[in-house]
T-cell receptor
Framework: GQNIDQPTEMTATEGAIVQINCTYQ??????LFWYQQHAGEAPTFLSY????GLEEKGRFSSFLSRSKGYSYLLLKELQMKDSASYLC???????????FGTGTQLKVEL | NAGVTQTPKFRVLKTGQSMTLLCAQD?????MYWYRQDPGMGLRLIHY???????AKGEVPDGYNVSRLKKQNFLLGLESAAPSQTSVYFC??????????????FGPGTRLTVL
């Protein structure tokens, strides 16, 4: 079976840094994705990791450790518009299928 | 370039009614997917397709059927709607794995309520 765990909610201050963790136990692993989803909208792609290490894209970075079944998304210089749900998803098997975690609702406050 | 579009955006059905949700993409993607999203459950894969004329079951396929007659379209059907199918439905598409930028692109969603 597949199991992906993320914290349900997090709160952070504008301008700060926040780290959203994701742990997974899956049968097979072929990449980990992070998506952002604002309320009432579609998920949008943020980052992809398939090898261990850190991937950086502007204010967003994502880290992967395959041996630990662990990833995190790091958001720097937080802005109010970063208030959203952040979804961790693992690709396993064929068909480019993704198994999603339940998402972490991030609230950015002044 | 519209990306992934879905029709309708909202729909209310009575138990036992049938309907079809349409997904269209203009990115020439081989792969297409249907998900449902429920509070506290995350996105769950219903059915997917790896090419025109092919479909396969995902995690929660019961009560749904799909068809992929054209590469750019993926239809999701509910033959006899049940209240448990009240959800937000998202369609997505992607290139096959192994190609660069093989992330899934999502449509805006369809909010379905079954009374």
């Amino acid at each position: 079976g597949q199991n992906i765990d993320q914290p349900t909610e997090m709160t952070a201050t504008e301008g700060a840094i926040v780290q959203i963790n994701c742990t997974y136990q899956t049968s097979g692993f072929n990449g980990l994705f992070w998506y952002q989803q604002h309320a009432g909208e579609a998920p949008t792609f943020l980052s992809y990791n398939v090898l261990d290490g850190l991937e950086e894209k502007g204010r967003f970075s994502s880290f992967l450790s395959r041996s630990k079944g662990y990833s995190y998304l790091l958001l720097k210089e937080l802005q109010m518009k970063d208030s959203a749900s952040y979804l961790c998803a693992v690709r396993t098997g064929g068909g480019n299928k993704l198994t999603f975690g339940t998402g972490t609702q991030l609230k950015v406050e002044l | 370039n519209a990306g992934v579009t879905q029709t309708p955006k909202f729909r209310v059905l009575k138990t036992g009614q049938s309907m079809t949700l349409l997904c269209a993409q203009d990115m020439n993607h081989e792969y297409m997917y249907w998900y449902r999203q429920d509070p506290g459950m995350g996105l769950r894969l219903i059915h997917y397709s790896v090419g025109e004329g092919t479909t396969a079951k995902g995690e929660v396929p019961d009560g749904y059927n799909v068809s992929r007659l054209k590469k750019q379209n993926f239809l999701l059907g509910l033959e006899s709607a049940a209240p448990s199918q009240t959800s937000v439905y998202f369609c997505a598409s992607s290139h096959p794995p192994g190609l660069a930028f093989n992330e899934q692109f999502f449509g805006p969603g369809t909010r379905l309520t079954v009374l």
